[in-house]
Structures are given as structure tokens and as C-alpha cells.
């Protein structure tokens, strides 16, 4: 849309909407992200509440406002004619697939060159071993860092490093961790002081781990399973002052805990290739289609009036200062959540998720392709990790 047709009153209007929208959904992005590192409670469904965010806070702006989301790509093309037929959601699912994959087979094949050549000039080496595509249950991945509660053991895994963590309760003098694996052997990285260990007499044997106070140990393993055990000088550990991963999710809730007796209780957690389809699904659901609706759809749609004008693109019409301006947007938020400067790159594929989304006239194409995009890049972060 051409600038130049819309009053100044309304064009003042739309862009005080993009501005109030932008930063009530980027605040409460990081507000949430922060309790739920803190809250273990909220950490399962904090991506749910952000999704859901992210789809409803503009779709229900409009719809107030008695604006259409399908002009904005939002639940289907947005330049059908009323005479149209009423596209199907799965012909639409298959359109936008097929659209998703065409564009994966151009740019995945120079992405992969790309990433080979900067890791290798950081100098990482390809590990196209199994552990390398395989990965730790969702549930257990990620080092904690917050503060224990009393009387809590946390283990985590990411990649080939395994961290556990304890806080003794009240009363208690001492605690005795037995930690196996299937596999692979464990070699030690870092401990806290006090700490003692006796390392196994064979490969498939417990490391024992005591120690008087608090602390930590940080392993490293190839192995595919983990197996966790731990009792204070009275009695084997509840499965309930287990917790698992970044979070510290409730170990009995979330993994298979096996009893034999007072002395075994057992907390597994493994390294599996089901996350494959479980994290595109996540991806997709919760990341690529409400990212795409709100960024794409609501914000591109809106700066498309408001900034620059359209011109043909590779054959479709496409507004570069918009889509850069909401690139910039997109990328700014991803930095406000995770402070980390290589977060910004992902201004360079939202130009292309913004040229899906004016090519193909919806917001689903993009999405798909965005939740491939996450799942290629934590294939090759798997790659590129181990060393």
C-alpha cells in the first residue's frame, strides 16, 4: 500500500498501534521468559502462554477493530476474491507445504556451506557420529542455574556435558550420588570443593559421588542413557527431590522412575532421535506459526502502509523498507530474551520469511519453512557442539 493514501491522523494512528503492540508483546515476552526461569511451574507452559500471545494479541486488535486477519495472511491467502471458493485447511496445509520445501531445497544446501565454513573457521570440527542427531529428553536438557531448594538434586545434559547439582536439607550430613551410564564411560570436567569420588572398576559401573555440604560435578559422556540414584546417610532419596534440566522440572512427573527396593530408587534420563518430530512440532505450533502471524502477518502488513513502497522481487511485489524495518523488529526481540549478540541473525532469514509472506500471500508458508529452519539449526548445532 502506497503511503500516500492514508490521512496523517490515520497514519499517526497505525503507527502508535505498531509501537504499543511491538512492546506490550516483546515486555511480555521477557517477563515471562524470567519467571520462568525462577518458577519451575511456569517453565512447561511458558511457551504456550508467549504463543499464544503472539496469535492472539493482533488478531483480536483487529477483529476489534473490524479489520479482516485474512488481509494480514492470517488464516489463509489474503488477496482471494470474495467470489473465490473458500480454500480447504487442508489444501491449504498442502499449498503451503509444498511452498515451505521448494524454498528449503534452494536455501538449506547454501546454509549448511555457510554454517560448515564459520564453524570451521571458529575451529569446530563435524561430528557426524549418532550422538550428534540425537539428543537429550526435552524435559532434561539445559544446565540450571537457579537456586536449589532445600533438599533438591538436579541433573542436566546438553550435548556431551551432564551437570548435577544438590542442596542438602536441614539435618542431613552428607549425600551419596551413584551415577551410570549405558554406553560410554563418564570422565570428570569440574567439581565443587569436598567433593569425593570413586570411579567405577569397570565400564558399566557407578561413579559414587559424596559429599559433606552442597555442590556440584560437571561430566562428560557419549553415552545415550544416564542413570541416577541417591541417598543421604539414612536412606535412598523419594523420587520427589529428583528435578531434571533447565528448569528443574519435577523428576516424577516427567521421567521413568524405577523402584527395586529402598536403596534403587532410579531416575533415567536418555538421549533419543524422537525429538526430531516432537521439535518441529513445537517449532511449528509454538514458534514458526505464531511468530509468523504476529511479525509477518500483523507488523510487515502494517509497515507495508506506513514505509516504502512495493516493488517486484523475484517475481512478487515486495517492500524492502517495510520487511527490513520489521526484520530489525524481530530481531531486537529475539536479543531482549536471550542477551547474546548472535541472537541478531535472525534478521537475515526474516527477510526471507517477510518474501514468502508477500510471494504466497499467507502466513503458514513461511511458518513451515521457519520451523525447518529451527530444527536445521539444531541439527547443526549437535554437529558443531561436540568436540
Same mark, same amino acid.
Not at 497505525?14 to 515476552?29: K, N
Not at 565443587?192 to 559421588?209: A, E
Not at 517477510?354 to 504466497?360: D, F, H, L
Given at each position: ?5 492514508? $490521512? ?35 517453565? =512447561?507452559? &511458558? ?20 479489520? =479482516? ?6 488464516? @489463509? ?24 520445501? /521448494? ?54 545434559? &546438553? ?32 567439581? &565443587? ?11 558399566? @559401573? ?8 552442597? @555442590?556440584?560435578?560437571?561430566?562428560? $559422556? ?9 541417598? *543421604? ?27 527395586? @527396593?529402598?536403596? *534403587? ?11 526430531? #518430530? &516432537? ?40 517492500? /524492502? ?33 517477510? #518474501? ?8 503458514? =508458508? ?14 547443526? /548445532? ?6
Amino acid at each position: 500500500m502506497i503511503t500516500d493514501e492514508l $490521512t496523517r491522523e490515520e497514519r499517526s494512528r497505525r503507527w502508535r498501534e505498531v509501537i504499543m503492540i511491538y512492546l506490550i508483546m516483546t515486555i511480555g515476552t521477557v517477563v515471562v521468559d524470567q519467571l520462568a526461569s525462577i518458577w519451575s511451574a511456569l517453565a =512447561s507452559v &511458558s511457551v504456550l502462554i508467549i504463543a499464544l500471545g503472539f496469535i492472539f494479541l493482533p488478531t483480536e486488535w483487529l477483529i476489534a477493530r473490524g479489520e =479482516s486477519p485474512r488481509k494480514f495472511g492470517i488464516g @489463509g491467502k489474503s488477496n482471494r476474491l470474495a467470489t473465490d471458493d473458500i480454500e480447504t485447511a487442508q489444501r491449504r496445509a498442502w499449498r503451503s507445504t509444498k511452498q515451505a520445501l /521448494w524454498i528449503s531445497l534452494l536455501i538449506f544446501p547454501l546454509f549448511i556451506a555457510g554454517t560448515h565454513l564459520w564453524r570451521t573457521w571458529e575451529g569446530r570440527e563435524a561430528t557426524l557420529e549418532q550422538r550428534a542427531f540425537a539428543r537429550w529428553e526435552e524435559s532434561a536438557r539445559g544446565f540450571s542455574h537457579r537456586p536449589l531448594s532445600p533438599g533438591e538434586v538436579n541433573l542436566g545434559a &546438553s550435548a556431551d556435558r551432564v551437570r548435577l547439582r544438590w542442596k542438602l536439607e536441614p539435618g542431613e550430613e552428607q549425600i551419596t550420588h551413584r551415577l551410570r551410564t549405558k554406553g560410554a564411560k563418564l570422565k570428570l570436567i569440574s567439581k &565443587s570443593q569436598r567433593v569425593r569420588l570413586s570411579r567405577p572398576s569397570t565400564p558399566q @559401573g557407578p561413579w559414587l559421588i559424596t559429599a559433606p555440604s552442597s @555442590g556440584f560435578i560437571t561430566l562428560k $559422556t557419549e553415552a545415550s542413557t544416564l542413570i541416577l540414584s541417591s541417598e *543421604n546417610e539414612r536412606a535412598a532419596l523419594s523420587s520427589g527431590r529428583y528435578s531434571i534440566g533447565e528448569y528443574g522440572t519435577a523428576a516424577n512427573e516427567n521421567i521413568e522412575v524405577n523402584t527395586a @527396593g529402598e536403596k *534403587n530408587t532410579e531416575v533415567r534420563v536418555e538421549r533419543h532421535f524422537e525429538w526430531l #518430530w &516432537s521439535i518441529f512440532l513445537m517449532q511449528l505450533f509454538l514458534v514458526g506459526l505464531p511468530e509468523e502471524i504476529f511479525y509477518r502477518g500483523y507488523l510487515q502488513t502494517r509497515l507495508d502502509s506506513l514505509v516504502g513502497q512495493d516493488r517486484t522481487v523475484f517475481g512478487a511485489l515486495f517492500n /524492502w523498507k517495510s520487511t527490513i524495518l520489521c526484520s530489525v523488529l524481530f530481531a531486537l526481540a529475539h536479543l531482549a530474551t536471550i542477551h547474546n549478540p548472535a541472537r541478531l541473525a535472525v534478521f537475515f532469514p526474516s527477510l526471507l520469511f517477510g #518474501w514468502m509472506r508477500r510471494a504466497y500471500h499467507d502466513t503458514l =508458508s513461511p511458518a513451515i519453512f521457519h520451523a525447518l529452519c529451527n530444527v536445521l539449526s539444531q541439527l547443526l /548445532w549437535g554437529v558443531y557442539a561436540l568436540h
